[in-house]
């Protein structure tokens, strides 16, 4: 689930928009990934919860956007924490999407 709140948009030039949000994120983990808390639990169940900006982007047809997520709070710090960052617990990662130009 998003909110977001628009900070600018425009029709012209590279960056058409920005947003601020705040999000949360849930989910069911297969027990071979993320072990259950309680036994006999085939599934379990992961969240997230934070704030970010998103800028969506075009250049000639081709549009895309890109993210920065930050979560606040985590159900299982120790499966999100970056095992190959330098502080072993962050570590910034992109995400870009784009759109289809047709």
Same mark, same amino acid.
Do not use: C, I
């Given at each position: 689930?998003?909110?977001?709140?628009? =900070?600018?948009?425009?029709?012209?030039?590279? &960056?058409?928009?920005? #947003?601020? /949000?705040?999000?949360? !994120?849930?989910?069911?983990?297969?027990?071979?990934?993320?072990? #259950?808390? #309680?036994?006999?639990?085939?599934?379990?169940?992961? @969240? !997230?919860?934070?704030?970010? #900006?998103?800028?969506?982007?075009?250049?000639?047809?081709?549009?895309?956007?890109?993210?920065? !997520? =930050?979560?606040?709070?985590?159900?299982? @710090?120790?499966?999100?924490?970056?095992? /190959?960052?330098? !502080? /072993?617990?962050?570590?910034?990662? @992109?995400? &870009?999407?784009?759109?289809?130009?047709?």
């Amino acid at each position: 689930m998003e909110v977001s709140r628009a =900070v600018f948009t425009r029709r012209g030039g590279p &960056v058409r928009g920005l #947003a601020l /949000h705040f999000f949360g !994120d849930g989910g069911l983990v297969d027990s071979a990934a993320v072990p #259950a808390v #309680a036994a006999g639990k085939s599934a379990k169940p992961l @969240w !997230d919860a934070g704030a970010g #900006a998103v800028a969506t982007w075009r250049a000639g047809d081709l549009g895309w956007t890109m993210r920065f !997520d =930050v979560p606040f709070l985590v159900s299982r @710090w120790n499966y999100a924490a970056d095992p /190959h960052a330098r !502080d /072993h617990r962050a570590q910034f990662r @992109w995400l &870009v999407s784009l759109a289809p130009s047709f």
